[in-house]
């Protein structure tokens, strides 16, 4: 397979997992905020959630002054839900003869919806319809990525960037709640929960026992929940593998040895240990080790290695790294 071809089909799946991630998180900040408004307590979720996601500087920037709207359809900051879908449309733009006719259907319509002129005052009318598309778009995307494409070496390359984008998002998910400046209320770990998809899960898990350890322990080490962080870098791991031909255990390559150090982390360490050493100073060191990972996928798959020697790689890198950011 061509290395342009595999980055944009990794490319694509980032940015649609990333597009559910962040609505998800401001779906559930918004209930959540008028939720303890309504309750009297009164807190700044949003700051919490934009220092989580690496956007306080993008935010203050932008002319969009709402953090809803700044969040949802800022035309500058790489993480927005329109700009990483209009980003997710122009990567399948270019690798159309490897998808089925129905992700690209799906895709575009999406596209066409967040590009229309009146949305903005949609979402203000009518912000659940938003939600709820723009979630069902993702998961559609996944089960036809999974039902209607050959499981080649390409579709692992898309499998890549889901697993990659879901522990990202997963681990900023779970920051936030180090961010809020005082001990999580029980509102607060709910809104982490659904924030992953996690609350019924967790409940049939922990019996409706609700705490910070206990909700970091299940996003973090849980083996069955494929939203967990454990369970994404053990597919991560997989895939790489499968890709290489390299045999699990072994390493052929940078993103293949970072990789198998998070998952051993992860498998030999319990979350007393990360309690005790720091849970942010923990996602933290997590998190740089994920955006470690994607960047040796780039050099390793994409940059090859005479490209590397002969070319002026340093914006190519750059572009790179905000595109993970």
């Known amino acids: 397979m061509l290395s342009r071809v595999a ?33 009297g307590t009164k807190r700044d979720y949003w700051q919490s959630a934009l220092s989580a996601m690496c956007a306080v500087e993008d935010f203050a920037k932008d002319e969009l ?3 809803e709207l700044f969040i949802l359809f800022s035309k500058d900051w790489s993480s927005s839900v329109s700009t990483c879908i209009n980003m997710a449309r122009e990567n399948a733009r270019m690798v159309r003869d490897q998808l089925s006719e129905e992700i690209w259907v799906e895709l575009n319509n999406l596209y066409l919806y967040l590009n229309a002129p009146a949305l903005p005052e949609k979402f203000s009318n009518d ?26 070496e390409g579709w692992r390359f898309m499998s890549l960037g889901k697993y990659l984008e879901r522990s990202d998002q997963t681990s900023r998910v779970l920051d936030t709640l180090t961010m809020l400046g005082e001990e999580p209320t029980r ?14 899960a967790y409940r049939r898990r922990y019996q409706g026992v609700l705490s910070l350890q206990n909700v970091a322990d299940f996003l973090l080490f849980s083996r069955d929940f494929p939203r967990s962080l454990r369970f994404a ?18 390493y052929s390559n940078e993103a293949e040895r970072l990789t198998g150090s998070a998952l051993a982390q992860l498998n030999f360490s319990g979350i007393e240990s990360l309690l005790a050493d ?16 994607g960047q040796s996928i780039f050099e390793t798959y994409v940059l090859l290695p005479f490209e590397i020697k002969n070319a002026d ?13």
């Open 278 to 293: 720091g849970l942010h100073e923990s996602i933290d060191q997590l998190q740089r080790k994920l955006i470690d990972v």
């Open 233 to 250: 870098i053990a597919r991560i791991d997989t895939l790489l593998h499968e890709i290489s031909g390299v045999p699990s255990g072994n």
């Open 127 to 152: 912000p659940q319809s938003f939600f709820r598309r723009t979630i069902r778009f993702s998961l559609v995307f996944q089960g036809l990525s999974d039902a209607t494409i050959h499981h080649d």
């Open 313 to 325: 790689v340093a914006p190519m890198v750059q572009r790179q790294m905000q595109q993970q950011q």
């Open 7 to 39: 980055d944009n089909l990794y490319w694509m799946s980032r940015y649609v997992e990333r597009a559910e991630g962040v609505t998800r998180l401001v779906e559930v900040n918004r209930d959540t905020d008028l939720e303890s408004y309504a309750n």
């Open 65 to 67: 002054d709402d953090h």
């Open 187 to 200: 509102l607060d770990l709910i809104g982490a929960l659904r924030s992953c998809s996690a609350l019924s």
